[in-house]
């Protein structure tokens, strides 16, 4: 596995930020079961042939001075269990269309057009307490689709789930099939992330939260 590394300045920011869903993480404060994040489709755009660098940082490729194009976002999150249980040394996987809607693959319609500079998958390894970051761009649309990201969870050579993050608010969730293929409003909420200002960022930074329910028990976490 490549790169999955929080630089020192990283590793605060991820901190700060889960300081707001502490509560959604510890064990034992819920007396019913979390919200499962629905399943959804990996569609047909995983990297067919995956980059040099697939680390949790995707607007730098290697040791590239170029950044990617788009709205420079932070990702973070935890995995748990059902019953809040963190998922520790779990593979978190993204991936993404470009800011032109081109994805890192053979088949995607306007590859000629693909940001060169944006490495369009990235995977980062849990903490202890389940957590995981990435630095990627603000998702866009394309024709037939809603800004969306896919995610990916792998453990010990398995595959646990397979879903999408939206954008909270956005108008055209309610116009995607995929999204809309969820039809329990609990279910659906939980498939959404708002993407907010990053405080004191000079650069119209933004940041995103999407924590990730599995459905295990906690010997499987």
Same mark, same amino acid.
């Given at each position: @596995?490549?790169?999955? *590394? ?16 502490? &509560?959604? @993480? /510890?064990?034992?404060?819920? &007396? ?27 607007? *730098? *490729? ?5 950044? &990617?194009? $788009? ?8 995995? %748990? ?6 998922? +520790?040394?779990? /593979?978190? !996987?993204?991936?993404? %269309?470009?800011?032109?809607?081109? =994805? ?18 990235? +995977? ?7 957590? =995981? ?8 649309? =394309? ?9 990916? /969870?792998?453990? $010990?050579?398995? !595959? ?9 608010? !956005? ?6 099939? *995929? ?9 659906? &909420?939980?498939?959404?992330? !708002? ?8 650069? $119209? ?17």
């Amino acid at each position: @596995m490549s790169r999955a *590394i929080l630089l020192p300045s990283r590793r605060l920011f991820l901190g700060s930020l889960a300081l707001g869903a502490s &509560a959604f @993480m /510890v064990p034992g404060v819920f &007396a019913e079961e979390l919200t499962r994040t629905p399943r959804q489709t990996e569609g047909p755009f995983y990297p067919d042939r995956l980059p040099l660098d697939t680390d949790n940082d995707l607007l *730098i *490729i290697n040791d590239s001075i170029t950044p &990617a194009v $788009g709205t420079i976002t932070h990702l973070t999150g935890r995995v %748990c269990d059902l019953k809040g249980n963190p998922v +520790r040394n779990a /593979v978190v !996987e993204i991936w993404q %269309c470009d800011n032109s809607g081109a =994805y890192l693959h053979s088949g995607t319609s306007n590859r000629d057009k693909r940001d060169k500079n944006f490495q369009g998958f990235g +995977r980062f390894l849990t903490s202890s307490k389940g957590e =995981y970051y990435f630095r990627t761009i603000k998702p866009v649309p =394309y024709p037939g689709r809603t800004p969306h990201i896919h995610v990916k /969870v792998k453990k $010990g050579g398995k !595959e646990l789930l397979t879903t999408q993050l939206y954008i909270k608010g !956005e108008p055209q969730n309610q116009r995607d099939g *995929i999204f809309r293929s969820v039809r329990d409003p609990k279910a659906q &909420a939980a498939l959404l992330a !708002e993407f907010v200002p990053l405080k004191g960022s000079r650069i $119209g930074e933004l940041q995103a939260q999407f924590n990730i329910v599995l459905g295990l028990t906690p010997a499987d976490a």
